[in-house]
RNA sequence: GCUCUUGUAGUUCAGUGGAUAGAACAAGGGACUCCUAAGCCCUAGACGCAGGUUCGAUUCCUGCCAAGAGCACCA
């Protein structure tokens, strides 16, 4: 087991790992372990650093002798013996810095980094485990509104992410396309037959904009006029019996918005393995809750069938209305039965807003008891609220954002930008790629558990922490790797120059050295906390600290070996910005 | 009313039981005959309030205040 875990130790894990054997043999004890080092908060103190405070304490313990934080810090200072990994040990008061030797570092990472390419940064932490995200969940008859959005930009990078952490990943979309709100969508269609008749010639985004609008007339009807309700409820009944006479128009709008929505995956660059739907699991999902009813699990009440989460410190919730049809709670049963029967997840994460907090508690409780194997592996992962400055995002009222329209906004936006640019061939795609870059960023810097408040102006800004900052920053090295008159140095076979000759002896170059060393933790960091946000600002504080070297020091302009040595920190730099970038869903461009 | 989530610079966000709480935007100032100025440098500015646990709390706990969400037949 040690053998396979010390082949993928990465070059940080190592020096960590020398550092920690070095701290024990002082000690002459197994009492500290790489996780219990700290980064700096002063890179002048050094490249990292034990707290001795945990240590004084469990020295105490074991010895019985008190010693404070800083005497054992300063103990160890005179025990510990240098190497060629450390190179320098100050303790200041109760913390004992470690100084990397940044030669060998550098040579190694960036080693590391060119040898490996778009692999550098991998692990195996979710070796033979299976996990299923399932994420997007847009309902058919809806408007896609940027809420959507950022539920598949998460989705699709936590997917991404895990995949990197070694995991097995099942894309899973579930799709509500039976329920109230598609009555709702064909209720206001019903009040727009003209407009309905003259879309169907049209593409896909005038389609789904007519169901968008039926929808918004549909539910503003239903809260404000009975009779409307009563309708709406009648054709809810109809679909749910698939009644011929709305089955026709049921099928083809379904249609019109699926193929809505996969003109939008395609164009973010998602996929997914399986596409549920709720119409596939409405009747499983009933005949369950109807099966546990009968063992108790579920109560009948006042004509409906519930679950009685008071029991376990939630709150009931109804399966089956009165009207004897499944609610989303039943559909979600045999949701879970579908998803461990195909794929027998370890886990599956529903990446679902955070209104859904408590509905999920109930669920999973529920589950738990009917299917006992899915105890543990059930996760509502939520994201926050996307609201716009002036007011909050909802499908019920008139004044959603499009998913689609922020994405136009967007490329307007960059296109703008790109008039004074130099002369590039390939504008339309540069533009494309930039503005997606633009919007994906936005969303996946903040923590995914946090509200945005959404700012166009700013969200499609390409100042500071910003998608178009990263690939410019890319794109400045490759204008620095193509006007390079010396070999590349990544084909160093055939070249005189070998890795072990860097010379890197700038302070901002040491810095993106352990800058780069410590991308592979933050890549498992992000695995761990199902948080691409770890990973966005990581890569913009290597771009920052790229972009500083860039203006201190001559990259083509210096001596030869030294020239070298830069091109291939520069190299790294770009490899580990695209090996980020990719996990975000984001594309680098050659020029911009 | 009950439950959950969140309160950090003017704004939008990072962050940690410990060494000087970081950025970005906005504001003000600066550097270009120099590898992409969508860049770089400098200045100013913050942990909602009150207790508690701790050697040490912005971080953990409790209360209060504020915002958001949920709480029976929507999804």
Redesign the pocket.
Known sequence: MLKGAKNTMNTLDKVKQNIVEAINAALKEKLVKASDL?Y???P??GDI?L?C??LAKELTRLRRQEKT?VEICEFLMGKIVLNDVVVAIKA??P?L?FTFNKAKLGQEVIEEILKQKEKYGLNQNGKNKRIMVEFAHP?THKAFHIGHLRNILTGEAIARILTANGYKIIRANYQ?D????IAKCLWGISRLKKEYQEVKAKPAEAKAGLLGRAYALGSKNYEENAEAKKEIIEINKKIYNQDKTVMPIYRATRKWSLDYFAGIYKKLDTKFDRLYF?SEVFSSGREIVLRNLKKGVFKA????V?FEGEKYGL????FI???GNP??EAKDMGLAELQFKEFRPEKILHVVG??????FKVIIKALEIIMPKTKGRETHLRYG?VRLKEG?MSSRLGNVVLGEWLLGEAKKE?LE??K??RGLKNKAE?ADK?SLAAVKYSIL???P?????F?LK?SV?????SG??LQ?TV??I???TR?SQIPNPKSQKNSKFKIQDLKLEDAKEQGLIVKLARYPEVLAVAGKNYDP?EIA?YL?ELA?EF??Y??S?????AKTDISLARLSLIMAVKQALENGLGLLGIETV???
């Open positions: 700290v700096p908060l002063n002048a103190f650093s707290p405070f945990n934080a200041i008061g913390f810095n309902n509500g039976v329920g109230l709100h709720e009440s006042r004509g409906a519930i709150h009931s919730r109804v209305n009165s009207e609610t989303y955070p209104e859904q907090a408590e509905y609220w909050k960059v930008i790109m004074s640019a540069v930039v810097k903040n923590g558990d946090k509200d945005i408040a700012d700013e800004s390409f100042n500071g922490s178009p900052y410019y794109a400045r490759n204008s620095i006007k946000s600002k913009f920052q972009n500083d860039y203006h020091v001559r990259i083509l302009k050659e020029k911009m």
